[in-house]
């Protein structure tokens, strides 16, 4: 029998394997080098599902719920079980993933179309029931199928959104889970059976439920997220708008595109009209109120640059004169910026900026008096004076754009009555299909892939090495921070995915096989390749937020 060669990077093993040996049992090994489950396995730089034969050598990595990979491929074997439950207990019902709240996930119960709120008592039913398929360990069974014959499997199971989904496909087959005697299809790896996957929770949340998911920092204590009310509005306002123009899944967005150009520019016009009638309307907001000061916020590639420079706009149509300042003018000296762990500059951390003289400089410029202000020199690494001095008319406003906006220490000199706060982010509410979400931090990685790349020069695999650290600083410096906003505005395109893929595949395959990066860069090829590319971006309008990405744009940045 052919032989393999694995070696085990928890025990320092190098064994001799039969090819077609399954790693499970060798995870099972393994468990007691890991404080929580392991779900799949790492073979040199490719994730595999525990019960795949493996079919070459190499150093097998186990993936447990520590790492990104792992919650993922948990919160898929949850969300399966999940279903089973409400499909036996409510057969005539659809699941519905809509969006993520912190370590949670908000779900409706469709039927007919129609929202079905669940009873306390009936959330305990439905938990129940998952709690006995966990504990029965089902195995999780994958097998390839040609599309005729997933099709059948989908119709019988009431799969209708599954076949509009995959019609538009190339493969010409397609991979379904079994779990008992329930089809699913998921995007992406799946645990080996219900028996690792004992820690969530189902929390009744407006006309649907949280599920409650583990955490990567502490996974085996399952909590409910912190309450987000302004955010969980904004994302349930956007649901229902796609709900009336039709659009709630890849399938539908697809079969736009489809038809032609025409269609797709109209629904490039009305996604952009809805944009900007919410920055005129956030723009009324301020005008009512009594501040002075703009501040905005929002995580990377959230397209703060171009909503900001909107808004000026709308500012002015009011018969305002805003007057912007930019936060990178008051870094202090390189020798006084904070380090992080590592001993780099965090030129992220509030400590970065000199706050004595920002919150002095506003004072002064609110009661209208002269301001000599400052500018940063990024090539020496200090602040320089240029002698530009500023006074303001009164009731001009002062507009910021920074990381720090939300967090009251960043302007504490000033009253908060005097605060007018903004929160940008592109809150993705398009579905792969019922099951399968896509992710508002997906959105914004392919948004900055691309920026990158055009803007400041950096490929694809530089962007995903620098991923992990911006997301250690937004979950820092920005995310705690979000309730604290007046008011959102959502960034999100329902068409961009679409556009997105013409730029950012060519980018993504360059990424090469033996870099740790390209488990993620395959991932996100593996979902673009869901929608049909939108190729005439000349109907994209020059102010469009997607503008700050792609190129074009009207605003100069």
Not at 122 to 151: C, G, S, T, W
Not at 255 to 280: F, P, Q, T, Y
Request: hydrophobic share 40%.
């Amino acid at each position: 029998m052919k032989q393999t060669v694995l070696r085990i990077s928890d025990t320092h093993e190098e064994l001799q394997v039969p090819a077609g040996e399954k790693l499970l049992e060798y995870a099972k090994r393994c468990w007691k080098y890991h404080d929580t489950p392991i779900v799949a396995a790492r073979l040199d730089n490719t994730i595999v599902e525990l019960t795949k034969p493996v079919d070459r050598g190499g150093t097998v990595e186990f993936i447990d719920l520590r790492s990104l990979d792992g919650l993922r491929i948990y919160q898929r074997g949850v969300l399966f079980v999940l279903n089973m439950a409400l499909k036996e207990l409510f057969p005539d019902c659809e699941l519905w993933v809509l969006h993520s709240l912190g370590n949670a996930l908000y779900c409706e119960l469709r039927c007919s179309g129609k929202v079905r709120s669940l009873s306390e008592g009936e959330i305990q039913r439905v938990k129940a029931r998952m709690n006995q398929i966990v504990a029965h360990d089902l195995p999780f069974e994958k097998n390839e199928y040609y599309k005729d014959e997933a099709f059948k499997i989908f119709a019988q199971q009431g799969d209708e959104d599954r076949i509009r989904l995959f019609k538009f496909r190339k493969k010409k087959t397609i991979k379904l889970y079994r779990c008992g005697d329930r089809y699913d299809y998921y995007y992406g790896y799946m645990p080996p059976s219900t028996g690792v996957l004992k820690w969530f929770d189902l929390v009744k949340e407006n006309d649907g439920f949280l599920l409650i998911l583990p955490d990567q920092k502490d996974p085996l204590n399952v909590r409910p997220p912190k309450p987000l009310p302004k955010l969980s509005s904004v994302f349930y306002e956007y649901a229902r708008w796609l709900d009336v123009i039709g659009i709630r899944t890849v399938a539908d967005l697809n079969e736009i595109i489809s038809k032609g150009e025409r269609e797709v520019a109209e629904l490039m016009i009305i996604n952009e009209a809805l944009h900007e009638k919410r920055i005129s309307q956030i723009a009324e907001h301020f005008a009512n109120s009594k501040a002075r000061l703009i501040l905005i916020a929002g995580p990377s590639s959230s397209g703060k640059t171009t909503f900001a420079k909107r808004l000026l706009v709308q500012l002015r149509v009011k018969g305002f004169k805003p007057f912007v300042i930019s936060l990178d003018d008051y870094f202090v000296d390189r020798e006084l910026t904070p380090r992080d762990e590592q001993g780099n500059y965090d030129f992220e951390a509030l400590e970065a900026i000199d706050l004595k003289l920002f919150n002095e400089n506003l004072m002064m410029l609110i009661d209208g008096k002269d301001v000599e202000l400052p500018k940063f020199d990024f090539k020496l690494g200090k602040r320089i004076w240029a002698g530009q001095k500023v006074r303001l008319d009164k009731n001009q406003p002062i507009v910021v754009e920074g990381i720090h906006g939300l967090n009251e220490k960043l302007t504490e000199s000033i009253d908060r009555s005097m605060k007018f706060k903004i929160y940008v982010s592109a809150l993705t509410q398009l579905n792969l299909d019922p099951h399968n979400r896509i992710t508002t931090t997906d959105t914004r990685l392919l948004r900055r892939i691309i920026r990158d790349y055009k803007f400041r020069g950096h490929s694809a695999l530089d962007t995903l090495k620098m991923w992990p650290n911006v997301r250690k600083g937004e979950e820092r410096y920005i995310f705690p921070f979000q309730e604290e906003a007046d008011i959102m505005f959502n960034s999100a395109v329902v068409y961009e995915w679409a556009v997105l893929k013409v730029f950012a595949e060519q980018l993504l395959v360059q990424v090469p096989p033996e870099e740790q990066e390209y488990t993620e860069a395959l991932r996100l090829m593996k979902l673009l390749d869901y929608f049909l590319p939108i190729t005439n971006l000349e109907d994209i309008p020059r102010t469009s937020i997607l503008r700050e990405f792609i190129g074009r744009s009207a605003f100069r940045y």
